[in-house]
């Protein structure tokens, strides 16, 4: 087995394991948020200032990694940095407040909420939603894809947060999910209606 480390979610908790050895190594707690879906971005060291820092600034604190240097890491080497104390882990993640579900329940729709997170020290210190449009994003390397409620869908550089592409997909269709291919960095997209579409980056 390459890599025997998994980070999975429950409802208000996230938790990293060891599957080769059955072992659970830690939880990350996130009360108070019930969270739909998570997209692992990279490691980088653990500092104390970023775990005691504001939102906003721990939202800067992504702007000082490079996350393709993390994300070109040996597997072996990623996957021990996993259970360390004074590793942390960033994620994008896709999560509501108690009252904001409630709401949707009642309202009848679901809103996906993307949002910057970095699972440290046992927490989950939350970001800001980062577009309320988004319906489904996908990462790879240093680059992070999003698709949104209009049909809309886009590129960014998830160093800086500088959007580098955007473009309209489907007229008057929701972005149902982004998949990025990281070997041939084709991109699909598609929409609630099976329509897909498949962009071909160009390499540099």
């Known amino acids: ?15 990293s394991s060891d599957i080769s050895k059955r072992t659970l190594l830690s939880t990350f707690a996130a009360p108070g948020n ?19 820092s504001s939102v906003d600034d721990i939202e800067r604190r992504l702007q000082e990694i490079t996350v ?16 360390g104390k004074d590793i942390a882990v960033w994620i994008m993640v896709s999560s509501a407040s108690v009252a904001e579900y409630q709401h949707d ?6 809103n996906a909420r993307w949002r910057l997170a970095l699972l440290a020290n046992n927490k989950v210190l939350m970001g800001n939603i980062f577009d309320p449009r988004a319906t489904s994003v996908d990462a790879c390397g240093n680059h992070g894809f999003a698709g949104t409620h209009g049909g ?11 959007k580098l592409t955007s ?6 269709a929701r972005v149902s999910c982004v998949a990025v291919d990281a ?20 390499r540099v």
Request: hydrophobic content about 40%.
């Open 1 to 15: 087995m390459k890599n025997p480390y998994l980070l999975h979610k429950h409802n208000t908790f996230f938790a």
């Open 34 to 52: 019930i969270v739909f879906q998570i997209l692992p971005l990279g490691l980088c060291s653990l500092q104390e200032d970023v775990v005691h």
């Open 68 to 83: 393709s240097e993390m994300s070109e890491k040996d597997d072996g080497e990623s996957s021990l940095m996993l259970s």
């Open 105 to 110: 329940l009642q309202a009848k729709e679901h």
């Open 152 to 162: 809309f869908f886009y590129m960014w550089e998830l160093s800086s947060g500088r």
């Open 167 to 172: 473009t309209q997909c489907f007229n008057c």
């Open 183 to 202: 070997k041939s960095s084709v991109v699909a997209v598609a929409d609630d209606g099976c329509q897909l579409l498949l962009y071909a980056q160009k």
